[in-house]
């Protein structure tokens, strides 16, 4: 089975500090992804990257940076944390695929909160 | 543009009654693929089917089934003879393989709760 563990699943920060959140995947997977999931509002993506070093953004990037200097592991890094970053924040990975027909896989989300 | 709409958002029932979980998207895209997900309270989102936009095909998986028509841009879920354990919030998502092909773009999700 594809596992996809995040480090934390609940964290609390201040505002203006630098946060990480840290995503590891054991599957191999060129894809890995990050989204918030917000009430009513699904899940979104906020970067994406499609192999070592490669990252696109997604639909909400701003605030948002990631890295990813290796295969299995994408990081997510809040610059300066303020309130309106508080969510639930959930890695995904899958393979390349072909014509991406893939499923993502998850895990279990790390739930943020800035104070 | 690529939508996703599951217009209910609670939905509440007694156990062993039968549920449908409704999905319309929209997409320009000629070949496209669909998936529902489900999240349980523990958080993670667990991968439950995938269809491609060329298979209109129905399928069953034990006691759950989906229901593609293309002509109305529609994959409902179907739960037959519901249980505790299915309670969850249920995500439908659409992935296209012109525009933005390596990305899903998710419904809003449907809290399903099964009730003793």
């Known amino acids: 089975d594809v596992k996809v563990t995040q480090s934390s699943r609940y964290l609390v920060k201040r505002t203006g500090e630098k946060v990480f959140l840290e995503c590891v995947q054991d599957?191999?997977?060129?894809?890995m992804f990050w989204y918030r999931q917000d009430p009513g509002l699904g899940l979104r993506l906020i970067y994406f990257?499609?192999?070592?070093?490669?990252?696109e953004k997604g639909d909400i990037p701003e605030g948002y940076s990631v890295s990813r200097e290796k295969k299995e592991r994408f990081s997510l890094i809040l610059e300066s944390a303020s309130t309106n970053q508080t969510s639930m924040y959930l890695c995904?990975?899958?393979?390349?695929?072909?014509?991406?027909?893939?499923?993502?896989?998850f895990g279990d989300g790390t739930r943020l909160s800035i104070l | 543009a690529q939508k996703v709409t599951q217009a209910q958002t609670e939905i509440s029932v007694v156990e062993k009654e039968d549920v449908t979980l409704d999905c319309v998207y929209e997409?320009?895209?000629?070949?496209?693929?669909l998936f529902w997900y489900k999240q349980p309270p523990s958080g993670e989102l667990v991968f439950l089917i995938r269809?491609?936009?060329?298979?209109?095909q129905n399928e069953i998986s034990g006691r759950y089934s989906w229901n593609f028509q293309k002509s109305t841009s529609s994959f409902n879920f179907t739960i037959t003879a519901s249980q505790v354990v299915d309670s969850a919030v249920y995500f439908c998502?659409?992935?296209?393989?012109?525009?933005?092909?390596?990305?899903?773009?998710f419904g809003q999700g449907t809290r399903l709760t099964i009730n003793p």
């Open positions: 995904a990975s899958s393979q390349l695929g072909n014509r991406g027909n893939q499923p993502q896989h």
């Open positions: 599957m191999d997977h060129e894809n």
């Open positions: 990257s499609y192999d070592v070093k490669m990252k």
């Open positions: 997409t320009r895209d000629t070949t496209y693929y």
């Open positions: 269809r491609n936009s060329f298979d209109e």
């Open positions: 998502a659409l992935k296209g393989i012109i525009q933005g092909a390596q990305k899903l773009v």
